[in-house]
């Protein structure tokens, strides 16, 4: 390796609590510490619910395993109720996220990721009632001191407008590596773009059609370009959104794969 570090050879590693395997959280939570990671981000959503009853036990549970909690994610489904004209929705979902802020505060995670585009091919373009659920939304992430991080999904001016529109120590980017390489036509620009607002990362590959969220060097993405790209003052941590088969491994090598995947990206020259 060079002897010159690249600039996220210090960073933390992590991954995504959900990575593809349906046992315990507490039993993925120990994995992933054992693998070698020291941070995990959380899926906010009934689907974790059902592991223990209450997704106010998850932060503990996670927790003693010894792993950090970055963010949560913030369920996504019902992002184009963000820009909806029906009032009533567009209320409910508002309200949902300042629920998942206030959950935030309570359990001291700094941050949540949540989706503005609508996961749907060919999204309309982002429209002013977007910005206005957005401000409601982002004055009470501030007054609660948590950061929202909006993530790059099927079309950047959704980043776009939200980032040019808002101003804030309290709002930031959440980079979606695998979803940059197939939704982009300019790959790596996003990251250039907003690299200055990186409070996040969802770090993935895939091989260059649709969303497969592989560990990184499994697929088809440029990480070399990426790692030369990285904003030299992200502190945060390098958070894999990877999921793998059940089928096919035991979570114990999947994770041990993934870890190497990150010890990789910090071994690329500059």
Known sequence: MNQDKNVIYDLKAGIFIWFG???HISQRAQFIKKAGF???CLWWSDDEKANTGSLDDLPKIVRDSGLEIDNIHAPFNEAHLL???NISERRRLI???KQWIGDCARHNIPKIVFH???DFPNPPAPNNLLLDSVEEILKFAESAKIILAVENIRRKEYVDIILEKFDSEYLGFCYDSGHDFIWSDKPIEILKKWGHKLAATHLHDNLGSDDDHLIPF???IDWRKIVLNW???YKGVLMLEAIGDGKTQSPESYLS???KSIIKLKDIEI
């Open 116 to 118: 503005t585009c609508p």
């Open 231 to 233: 904003p030299k003052d």
């Open 218 to 220: 499994s697929g088809k």
């Open 257 to 259: 794969a993934a870890f």
């Open 83 to 85: 820009s909806s004209e």
């Open 95 to 97: 309200d949902l996220h």
């Open 21 to 23: 395997w349906r046992i």
């Open 38 to 40: 020291d941070a995990t």
